[in-house]
Structures are given as C-alpha cells and as structure tokens.
C-alpha cells in the first residue's frame, strides 16, 4: 500500500458505482473511478453544478461513463424516489461511496424533515439511501459501500440525550457527532453484512485535513475569525485529489478489508497516502452502534432486510 494513488486503481470495466457529492472529494472521486473504467453516477441536490462536474470529468475522460443522479440529501423523500428511479435503470450496483456533507453551520439548521442539518445530511441520509439501495448491492458483484468519516470523528461522541442538538447546539462537536456516527455505520453494516449473509462489504475512510468546498458549503454567514482561520487552512491542507486516495483504495483495492478503516498515512492521520487506520474507541462500541442503527431506521423510516 505503499504511496498507493489513482495510477493503482485496478480496471474498474463492467462495473456500477454511485458517488454522493458533486464537488471536492465526490468529484475527485468519480474522477477516477470514470477514468478507471466504472459507470458512475454522481449524486447532488444542484442540477447545474452536477452538470458541470459530468462536463468537467468528460474533458479529462471523454469516454466516461458518467451521469448526474438528482437527490437533496437533506430529504428522506428525495431520497427514497432517487433509489426508486435508479432501480427502475439498472438491476444491480457494486459501489456505493456516501461522501456528501456539510460543516459546522454557525447556527443550528434543519433538514425539510427536521433533523438537525449535520446529523440529518451527513449521516441519516447516507444510512437512508444506503438502506433503499441495499437490494441493488446485494445483487451486485462483490458489492462495496464506502462511507467517508473525518478526522473530526476522534472528538466525537454520540449524545442520545440530545441528538438533535435542541437543547444545546455548538457547531463543531455536533459536527464530530455526524462523523463518527458514519463511522459507527460503516462497522455495523459491515457486522450485519456478514451475519445475515448479504454479501455486502462496508468500510471506511477519511480524507485527513484536506482542501475541499466542504469548508465553505455551510449555510449562514460565517463569523470574521472563523472565516479567515478557513482561509488559511486552506493553504495548509493537502488537495482534494489526494484527500480522496484512502475513499478509492477502500473503494477499488482487492486487498481492501470489509470492516477496516483507511486514512492518510503521515502526520497523525492528516496528510499522505492511504494505510489503514485504527478507528477511533468509541466509534467501536458495538452496543452504542446497534442502539444508534435502531434509533436510526426509525427516523429515517426504513428497515435493513
């Protein structure tokens, strides 16, 4: 695995991907899974950037196999009638990469069905959509789900007292929350996975500290401090190219493990190439990940099976 990049992808021919965001890791994402020789459709709620980013990929891959799939991951209804039309296209999907997100909005903000924005877009949503496609996967060959975590998970820890952060919202810890609640995913479906026989390996990745609109896409006007330490972060993370490598290695490696968690290899897990990681202690609370996945289907109104 060593500097493993994009150069290492194996042939990816025949093969049927979905990629939730059109910007920043999601584009980075389809990239090279289109270059590689996947059929891919990259998911977004804006209909103009989505074209633009299949524009963009067919400049650089004029063969690609590459559609924008409309879907407001802020609902659930959005959601389910994206999987409905998919399964209505195709009978089968390999890969599915739950990437999209949002960041620390300096005000507390709601989905259209009520959820807390962070917990509702970056996690429920993935856990939604991942549940409406399982047919698909399971019918899939050697079918994977990546879902992307953060750095940000270490600091994470799942309040079922407050969920929603109602009784009290701070941004960056109930962004922490989101993301280790996707990492918490990803192992539990991994565990499910196998226990019921689905046939459906689940893994994860982050990208480490890297340059991505997701430092820009929150909604609300951003405190002078905060804007100006984004700002500056942003010459100091790595590129969103690089930051998207452990997301591709879990996503296409055959030497990839179900369960396992990928990040950057240098820097404490913030820069580098894909290795894979130990996962944060509290994201491998088994018990806290089967309360958070029972609590989950039934907001999100669906069932594994």
């Not at 600091?155 to 407050?162: L, Q, S, V």
């Not at 919202?169 to 226990?195: G, I, N, T, W």
């Not at 984004?230 to 490598?245: M, N």
Request: aromatic share 8%; hydrophobic share 40%.
């Amino acid at each position: 695995m060593t500097h493993w990049t994009t150069r290492d992808i194996p042939p990816q021919h025949g093969r049927s991907a979905i990629v939730t965001g059109t910007g920043g890791l999601g584009y980075e994402t389809a990239l090279a899974l289109a270059r590689a020789g996947a059929s891919v459709v990259i998911v977004g709620r804006n209909p103009a950037r989505g074209a633009a980013a299949v524009a963009a990929i067919g400049k650089q891959v004029p063969d690609a196999q590459l559609r924008f799939g409309e879907v407001d991951l802020a609902s659930l209804a959005s959601i389910s009638a994206f999987a409905a039309r998919l399964s209505g296209e195709q009978d089968s999907l390999d890969l599915l990469v739950n990437n999209a997100g949002v960041m620390t909005p300096p005000k507390r903000c709601v989905t259209h069905d009520g959820f807390e924005l962070q917990f509702g877009t970056n996690y429920l949503s993935h856990f939604a959509l991942t549940a409406h496609l399982l047919p698909l996967l399971k019918r899939g060959h050697q079918p994977r789900v990546i879902t992307v975590g953060s750095v940000a998970a270490r600091r994470g820890a799942i309040d079922f007292d407050d969920l929603q952060a109602e009784r009290s919202y701070r941004p960056f810890p109930v962004y922490a929350q989101s993301k280790l609640a996707c990492l918490m995913f990803a192992f539990e479906l991994s565990r499910r996975s196998r226990a019921r026989g689905w046939g459906v390996d689940s893994l994860a990745a982050h990208p480490g500290l890297s340059r991505t609109n997701l430092l820009y896409n929150a909604p609300g006007r951003q405190p002078l401090g905060t804007y100006m330490m984004r700002r500056t972060l942003r010459f100091l993370l790595q590129s969103a190219a690089q930051g998207a490598l452990p997301t591709l290695f879990a996503a296409t490696d055959p030497g990839a493990r179900d369960g396992a968690h990928y990040g950057p290899d240098r820097l404490w897990g913030t820069r580098g190439h894909p290795a894979e990681e130990t996962p944060p202690a509290q994201a491998r609370d088994a018990a806290v990940a089967a309360r958070l996945w029972q609590i989950s289907e039934e907001l999100a109104g669906v069932r594994y099976e």
